[in-house]
Nanobody, 108 residues
């Protein structure tokens, strides 16, 4: 399975970005988002639940939203009210496969 991410960049605090993850298979219902800061372990950001909803880590609740477009095999991570602590490389994941990562930097 191939996953291709895009949409990262530099944004000021309070700004927004939308990340995209396009998969090579029709399984975007199972795609999750993670992020990693150098020197730290990769952490969960938002993942699908068995009940068909999305679980968000506490620090992004109310600010990040996952949308899924089955027709395009694409999953989006809409990130609003970004904070400097959101700075990381963001990865999408489908089972054992990972995207290449996209850098998000939040800085004045």
């Amino acid at each position: 399975v191939q996953l291709v991410e895009s949409g990262g960049g530099l944004v000021q605090p309070g700004g927004s970005l939308r990340l995209s993850c396009t998969t090579s298979v029709s399984a975007n219902y199972a795609v999750g988002w993670y992020r990693q800061v150098p020197g730290k372990e990769r952490e969960l950001v938002a993942v699908p639940t068995s009940g068909g909803t999305t679980y968000y880590t506490d620090s992004v609740v109310g600010r990040f939203t996952v949308d899924r477009d089955s027709a395009k095999n694409t999953v989006y991570l809409q990130m609003n009210n970004l904070k400097p602590e959101d700075t990381a490389v963001y990865y999408c994941n489908l089972m054992k496969d990972w995207g290449q990562g996209t850098q998000v930097t939040v800085s004045p």
